[in-house]
């Protein structure tokens, strides 16, 4: 088995305890030498101050490559862009251009009177100013807003004809999934990269409820193992098998890169990334 190279999601932190669980994440995964460390925006765009310095920090102490969210939720083009032109400054160049969920509860998104109305929208203002890496959302499964599958794929030529230079995919928990829509997409006539995006369960209960607001159907055997895992109190062991084997039979079908939702949690993914024999190259300090 070739060993991939990994990326990793973190969120901004909203309290000094969040801050540390930041850094500690990005102190025990830096090592494993990702292509970047993304950082989200809240729901809403509402930690849209603080995704900023946390990829400031995160760029200034790690030396790494830092890819800030960019949502075109509760704002104008003018101030998404002058945004985008703040994470310049500090030396992001990476975004991770989305269109964001409704905020303040909407079940629907409605853009700002002057913003921008999709992310192709976005991502095409991004490219024009020739300064930024973009990549992408994709959803393996059917997006809760698109009519079918057909309409996934659809949405991701158009973000890839704007500018984009690549997709992370949303979680999923069975391989199959991602392995047709990669397929779907080549016969679509897509050739740009689509990195699985792979959230190592932490809890199940949280990563169940997450599914559901994804529209990220759970297969019946993953809910009736972790229930009998979580009885057994086996949760832990269970996440860990079930994560690497999810991982492994990607790379067996020649997936090359993974992009891991950490949740500022760090453990499991490191288990993860070295059951896969992503192994530590370089210690933190070396590269601050």
């Known amino acids: 088995m070739s060993v991939p190279t990994v990326s990793f999601e973190v969120f901004p932190p909203r309290t000094v305890d969040a801050s540390f669980n930041l850094w500690d994440t990005a102190q025990a995964l830096a090592p494993l030498a990702p292509r970047f460390f993304s950082v989200t925006y809240g729901a809403g765009g509402s930690t849209r101050d603080i ?16 890819a800030g969210h960019l949502t075109c939720v509760g704002a104008s083009k003018a101030e998404t862009l002058a945004v985008a032109e703040s994470f310049a400054k500090i030396g992001v160049t990476d975004i991770v251009a989305l269109r964001g969920d409704p905020e303040g509860g909407k079940e629907r998104f409605e853009p700002h ?22 990549r992408v959302g994709a959803y ?25 230079c690549e997709a992370i995919t949303q979680f999923f928990f069975e391989p199959e999934s991602f392995l047709r829509f990669r397929d779907a997409c ?23 409820s997450f599914a559901a607001r994804c529209g990220t159907p759970v297969p019946d055997w993953v809910e009736q193992s972790f229930e009998t895992a979580i009885r057994d109190g086996r949760h832990d062991l269970l996440a860990l098998s079930l994560c690497t084997e999810l991982c492994s039979t990607l790379i067996d079908e020649g997936v090359e890169q993974l992009h891991f939702y950490t949740l ?25």
């Open 186 to 208: 080549v016969k679509a006539g897509i050739d740009r990269p689509i990195t699985p995006g792979i959230l190592p369960i932490l809890n199940w209960k949280s990563a169940r």
């Open 113 to 134: 009177p002057d913003g921008f109305t999709n992310s192709c929208e976005l991502i095409e203002a991004l490219a024009e100013t020739g300064r930024f890496n973009v």
């Open 51 to 66: 995704t900023h310095d946390a990829a400031h920090v995160l760029r200034r102490t790690s030396g790494l490559p830092v």
């Open 140 to 164: 393996p499964d059917v997006h809760p807003e698109a009519a079918d599958a057909k309409t996934n794929i659809d949405w991701l030529k158009r973000k890839f004809e704007a500018g984009a």
């Open 264 to 288: 500022n949690r760090a453990d499991l993914t490191r288990d993860v990334c070295r059951a896969l024999g992503v192994t530590s190259q370089v210690a933190l300090e070396d590269v601050a």
